[in-house]
C-alpha cells in the first residue's frame, strides 16, 4: 500500500505565499506523474499542476507564472511553490501520484486546506 500525506497548507493573506508537500511512502518501485489538485466549496476538484517522472511540467491557466511545482525523486515529494496569492486560490489541496508499487495505480492524499483572507 502507498500512503501520500501532505502539509504546509495554512491560512495567508493576500498576495502571500505558501508552499505544499507531499511525501509518498510504501512499496514504491517508481513514480511517474506526480501532481496538485483543489476543490473548493461547491465546485469540481480541478488540476493546478503536474509533473512527469523527467520533470516535464503542465499548469491550469490561473496558476501559471504564480505557482510552481516541483520534485525530489530520491524523496518521493512533490512541492507546490505558491506567490502572489488570491482568494479564489482559497480550496482544498490534494496531491496525487501515479505510482509503480506491487501494481500501477493512482492514489490520493488526504487534502491540505489553504485559505487566502486579509
Known amino acids: 500500500q502507498v500512503q501520500l500525506v501532505e502539509s504546509g497548507g495554512g491560512l495567508v493573506q493576500p498576495g502571500g505565499s505558501l508552499r505544499l508537500s507531499c511525501a509518498a511512502s510504501g512499496i514504491i518501485f517508481s513514480i511517474n506523474t506526480m501532481g496538485w489538485y483543489r476543490q473548493a466549496p461547491g465546485k469540481q476538484r480541478e488540476l493546478v499542476a503536474i509533473i512527469s517522472s523527467d520533470g516535464t511540467t503542465n499548469y491550469a491557466d490561473s496558476a501559471k507564472g504564480r505557482f510552481t511545482i516541483s520534485r525530489d525523486n530520491a524523496k518521493n515529494t512533490v512541492y507546490l511553490q505558491m506567490n502572489s496569492l488570491k482568494p479564489e486560490d482559497t480550496a482544498a489541496y490534494y496531491c496525487?501520484?501515479?505510482?509503480?508499487?506491487?501494481?500501477?495505480?493512482?492514489?490520493w492524499g488526504q487534502g491540505t486546506q489553504v485559505t487566502v483572507s486579509s
Open positions: 496525487n501520484a501515479n505510482v509503480l508499487g506491487r501494481r500501477l495505480e493512482v492514489y
